[in-house]
C-alpha cells in the first residue's frame, strides 16, 4: 500500500483533537513506518496504538490539537531517508514518531540529528541508536536488541542449563541479540556448544541446521526470529522432532502475540524473553488490552504497545510545557509514566527506555495460545556504549 498525497491531506483533515483553547500550541507528528511490504503488520500494530494512546490521553494536552501525516518507508533505507526530508523540510513536523527497521534508522540519523527534530522510535533496536550513535534528538521507547536478551543469559544458566546452541538470521539484529545472550550466558558459568547464522529472509528449510544444532548435544537451544521465519522456524522445530530431545528459548520475538497462533501447537512449551505480554497482571496493562482489543479486535502485541508509549511519552512531554523541537527533545528524555509493561523512565545517559523484561511461556489458553510469566528482571537499563549526547 501506497499512501498518496490526497489520503494524506484527508487524514490531516480528520485531526485527532479537542476544542482549542486561545493559547493552545497545536503540533504536527510525523508518523514514519512500514505500511507495505513484510513490515506491514508491525507498522499497523504500531500506529493503531499510537492513535489509541492520543484518543485516550489528550485531553490531558490543554486543548491541543495533534495531526498526524503518514509516510512509508517500505522497509528501505533510501525511500525512508526521502520520507524523512519530506516531513522535516516540507511538512514541517514538531516531531516523529515511528521507525521498525534498524537500518532506516540508521539511514536516518544523521538527517535527523542535523535537523534538530525529535524521533520517538518506536521499534528498531539496534543497540547503536542509544549507544555509539546516539542523539539528544532521539529517544527510544521500544527496546534494545540486548536489553530484551541479556536477561535470558543469566536466568537460564541459574535453571541448570549449561551448554547451549544458538541461531539467528544473518543480519545486524540476528547478530547483536545472539551476541548480548552469549555473552551473559558465558558470564554466568555457561557454554556455548555451536551456532550459526541463516540467510535472512531467504532460509525456508531449516532442517540441515536443526539436525547440526541438536548433533552438537545442547543442554537446550537459543533462537532469534521474527515475523514469517519465526512462524516457519517454531514449526519445523517441532516437526523435525527436536522438540522432543531439546527444549527451545529464544527472544521473545519468536512466540510474538501477534503471530503465536500462526505457529500453533508447535510454539507451545517454548519459553522467551521480551518487554511485554498482553498476559501482566496489572489494572494498566487491563485497561489497555480491553481498549486495544474493543478497538481492534483482537489482544495488543509488543508492537502495539510501543506504539501506544509512543503515544503516551508525547503526551508528556507537551504536558511539561515543551512547545518547540528543542524542548521537545529535552522533554522527552526525561519522561517516566507507568505503561501497560510495567514502570517506564527514559535513561539520561542514553535516551534509551528503562524496563522490565518478562521471561514467559507459551502456554495453550481458553481456545488461543497464551503466555504465563515466570519471571521478571526488573528495570533493566542499557550500558552507556559510548554514547556522547
Known amino acids: 500500500m501506497k499512501l498518496s498525497r490526497t489520503w494524506l491531506s484527508a487524514a490531516a483533515a480528520l485531526m485527532l483533537a479537542v476544542p482549542a483553547t486561545a493559547h493552545a500550541k497545536d503540533y504536527t507528528v510525523g508518523l514514519l513506518l512500514p505500511y507495505s511490504g513484510v513490515y506491514a503488520a508491525l507498522g499497523k500494530e504500531i500506529d493503531q496504538g499510537f492513535e489509541l494512546a492520543l484518543q485516550t490521553r489528550l485531553g490531558e494536552m490543554a486543548g491541543s490539537k495533534i495531526e498526524i501525516v503518514r509516510e512509508d518507508t517500505e522497509v528501505k533505507p533510501p525511500v525512508g531517508l526521502a520520507k524523512t526530508r519530506k516531513l522535516i523540510l516540507q511538512d514541517q513536523v514538531d516531531v516523529m514518531v515511528g521507525i521498525v527497521s534498524s537500518g532506516v534508522l540508521g539511514a536516518i540519523r544523521d538527517f535527523v540529528h542535523q535537523s534538530g527534530t525529535p524521533l520517538i522510535v518506536a521499534n528498531a533496536g539496534n543497540d547503536a541508536a542509544t ?219 542514553t535516551n534509551n527506555i528503562v524496563q522490565n523484561i518478562y521471561i514467559y511461556e507459551t502456554v495453550q489458553g481458553d481456545g488461543t495460545l497464551t503466555q504465563k510469566i515466570l519471571d521478571v528482571a526488573k528495570a533493566v537499563r542499557d550500558p552507556v556504549s559510548g554514547c556522547q549526547k
Open 131 to 349: 549507544g555509539a550513535r546516539c542523539s539528544k534528538f532521539i529517544t527510544r521507547v521500544s527496546f534494545s536488541n540486548g536489553q530484551v536478551n541479556r536477561p535470558m543469559g543469566e536466568w537460564m544458566f541459574k535453571k541448570g542449563i549449561k551448554k547451549v546452541y544458538t541461531l539467528a538470521p544473518d543480519y545486524a539484529a540476528g547478530h547483536q541479540m545472539i551476541e548480548t545472550f552469549s555473552a551473559a550466558f558465558k558470564a554466568a558459568g555457561g557454554t556455548i556448544v555451536g551456532g550459526e547464522f541463516t540467510p535472512f529472509r531467504t532460509t525456508k528449510d531449516f532442517g540441515p541446521y536443526l539436525t547440526k544444532a541438536k548433533s552438537a548435544s545442547p543442554d537446550a537451544i537459543f533462537v532469534f526470529y521474527a515475523g514469517g521465519e519465526a512462524i516457519s522456524f517454531v514449526r519445523q522445530y517441532a516437526s523435525f522432532g527436536v522438540a522432543d530431545s531439546v527444549p527451545l528459548y529464544g527472544s521473545g520475538f519468536l512466540t510474538s502475540p501477534l503471530y503465536v497462533n500462526a505457529e500453533g501447537p508447535a510454539a507451545k512449551g517454548v519459553v522467551t524473553s521480551l518487554h511485554y505480554v498482553p498476559t501482566i497482571d496489572s489494572p494498566e496493562n487491563a485497561a489497555f488490552v480491553k481498549a486495544f482489543s474493543a478497538a481492534y479486535g483482537h489482544a495488543p502485541s509488543e508492537y502495539a504497545v510501543q506504539g501506544y508509549d509512543a503515544g503516551q511519552a508525547l503526551v508528556e512531554a507537551v504536558k511539561s510545557g515543551a512547545t518547540d523541537r528543542a524542548a521537545l527533545a529535552d522533554a522527552l528524555g526525561k519522561v517516566r509514566f507507568t505503561s501497560p509493561r510495567g514502570p517506564v523512565e527514559i535513561d539520561p545517559a
